[in-house]
């Protein structure tokens, strides 16, 4: 069995206010993070918080010489589970995914996000992902906040 974390941090520095929050990201075996808001050149500062697993950042952006930068992501799995789910981040179609086996199938964690700043290229780059996981097992992982363009809440 293996326990996966899909989670919107929204500032992944903020997080050190939280005593538990490192702790528990670390009680799941693959988690996803987005919103970290971490730009490129300060990933390397959190690495030394998830040691004991393989790390895949996606940098955030700043849009502004002013203000905090947007989007980002974090990817992780622990190195202890590497070899028993044959796990390895992976390329599709220009879109980090992290492969895993089931039983004798490989599957495809698709991490889904979409940056307030380009969600249109956002998700026309995962548009063209979809036909290449047309006959492949996949599971979308991600940070979703359904709506219509009438405004309705549905739930």
Same mark, same amino acid.
């Given at each position: 069995m293996c326990h996966i974390l899909s989670y919107n941090v929204a500032n992944l520095n903020s997080k050190f206010n939280f005593s538990n929050f490192?702790? /528990?990201? @670390?009680?799941?075996?693959?988690?996803? $993070?987005?919103?970290?808001? *971490? $730009?490129?050149? @300060?990933?390397q500062t959190y690495n030394c918080y998830f040691k004991e697993y393989i790390l895949f950042w996606e940098g955030a952006t700043k849009v502004c010489r002013a203000g905090r930068a947007k989007g980002g992501c974090l990817y992780g799995f622990k190195k202890s589970i590497? @070899?028993?789910?044959? $796990?390895?981040?992976?390329? $599709?179609? #220009?879109?980090?995914? =992290?492969?895993?086996?089931?039983?004798?199938?490989?599957? /495809? =964690? *698709?991490?889904? /996000? =979409?940056?307030?700043?380009?969600?249109?290229?956002?998700? #026309?780059?995962?548009?063209?992902?979809?036909p290449l996981l047309s006959d492949k097992m996949f599971c979308i992982v991600g940070d979703l906040r359904p709506s219509s363009h009438s405004k309705k809440i549905f739930f």
């Open positions: 490192f702790s /528990y990201i @670390k009680s799941f075996d693959i988690f996803f $993070l987005f919103e970290t808001h *971490v $730009l490129p050149e @300060k990933q590497q @070899k028993k789910f044959c $796990l390895k981040f992976t390329k $599709l179609s #220009e879109k980090n995914v =992290l492969s895993i086996k089931i039983k004798n199938d490989i599957c /495809y =964690l *698709v991490p889904f /996000y =979409l940056n307030c700043t380009n969600w249109s290229a956002d998700f #026309e780059n995962f548009e063209t992902l979809m």
